[in-house]
T-cell receptor, first 114, second 115 residues
Framework: EAGVVQSPRYKIIEKKQPVAFWCNPI?????LYWYRQNLGQGPELLIR????????DSQLPKDRFSAERLKGVDSTLKIQPAELGDSAVYLC????????????FGQGTRLTVV | DQQVKQNSPSLSVQEGRISILNCDYT??????FLWYKKYPAEGPTFLIS?????DKNEDGRFTVFLNKSAKHLSLHIVPSQPGDSAVYFC??????????????FGQGTILTVHP
C-alpha cells in the first residue's frame, strides 16, 4: 500500500514569492493534517481536515497561508507571500480516524526562503 | 507553552545496551501517547503507542512506560542496534480541549548507537 505522498521534496524561493505544496494521503484515510517542523523542533499542527472540512485551523497563519482539500482526498497548502521565517519542513500526514490513532507522515517538503 | 517536553537533546549508547528516552507532559487532557522515529530527509515513522489506561506496552525490542501521576513516559530499546540511530519524538493527543484530534510533539532526542 502506498504511503503519504508529498511533492515537491525541496523548494527554494525568494521572499515575497508564492509557493504551494501538494499531498496525497493514504487511500481511505479521512483525516489529513499539515504540520510544520522548524529546525531542532518537533512538528507543529497547521491544519486538520476531516474529509473536505477544515476542522482545526487555529494554528494556520491565515494572512498568508491557505489550504484546501477538494473532494476529501488530495490537499494543497499555499503560502503567499512567503517570508524568510517560513523556511521549514512541511509535513503532510493522514490517519484512518481522529482519536487515539497514529498518523502516517509523508517525507515532507523542505522549503527554503531566501 | 511546551506541553510535551523531551529534556535530553541527545543520547549516546553502545550497541547491545539499553536506550532510555524520556518525555514529560503537562496537559491533563492527554490520554494517548506515541513515539515516532525520524531519519534524516524522511518523515516521522510511527514506532509504538500507549493509552492512558495502561502503564506499559511492549513491541519487540521497544517498550513504552507511562507514569500518569508523574506525567512522564519513557521509551526503552533493548538491545540497541546501530540502525536505531535516529531522532525520536514523543507525541501526545487527547479527546478533549485543545488536544483533541491532533498530535503535540516534543522537541526530539537524537539517539546515536555506537557499534
Amino acid at each position: 500500500e502506498a504511503g503519504v505522498v508529498q511533492s515537491p521534496r525541496y523548494k527554494i524561493i525568494e521572499k515575497k514569492q508564492p509557493v504551494a505544496f501538494w499531498c496525497n494521503p493514504i487511500s481511505g484515510h479521512n483525516t489529513l493534517y499539515w504540520y510544520r517542523q522548524n529546525l531542532g523542533q518537533g512538528p507543529e499542527l497547521l491544519i486538520r481536515y476531516e474529509n473536505e472540512e477544515a476542522v482545526d485551523d487555529s494554528q494556520l497563519p491565515k494572512d498568508r497561508f491557505s489550504a484546501e482539500r477538494l473532494k476529501g482526498v488530495d490537499s494543497t497548502l499555499k503560502i503567499q507571500p512567503a517570508e524568510l521565517g517560513d523556511s521549514a519542513v512541511y509535513l503532510c500526514a493522514s490517519s484512518p480516524y481522529t482519536l487515539n490513532t497514529e498518523a502516517f507522515f509523508g517525507q515532507g517538503t523542505r522549503l527554503t526562503v531566501v | 507553552d511546551q506541553q510535551v517536553k523531551q529534556n535530553s537533546p541527545s543520547l549516546s549508547v553502545q550497541e547491545g545496551r539499553i536506550s532510555i528516552l524520556n518525555c514529560d507532559y503537562t496537559n491533563s487532557m492527554f490520554d494517548y501517547f506515541l513515539w515516532y522515529k525520524k531519519y534524516p530527509a524522511e518523515g516521522p515513522t510511527f514506532l509504538i503507542s500507549i493509552s492512558s489506561i495502561k502503564d506499559k506496552n511492549e513491541d519487540g525490542r521497544f517498550t513504552v512506560f507511562l507514569n500518569k501521576s508523574a506525567k512522564h513516559l519513557s521509551l526503552h530499546i533493548v538491545p540497541s542496534q546501530p540502525g536505531d540511530s535516529a531522532v525520536y519524538f514523543c507525541a501526545a493527543t487527547g479527546a478533549g480541549g485543545t488536544s483533541y484530534g491532533k498530535l503535540t510533539f516534543g522537541q526530539g532526542t537524537i539517539l546515536t548507537v555506537h557499534p
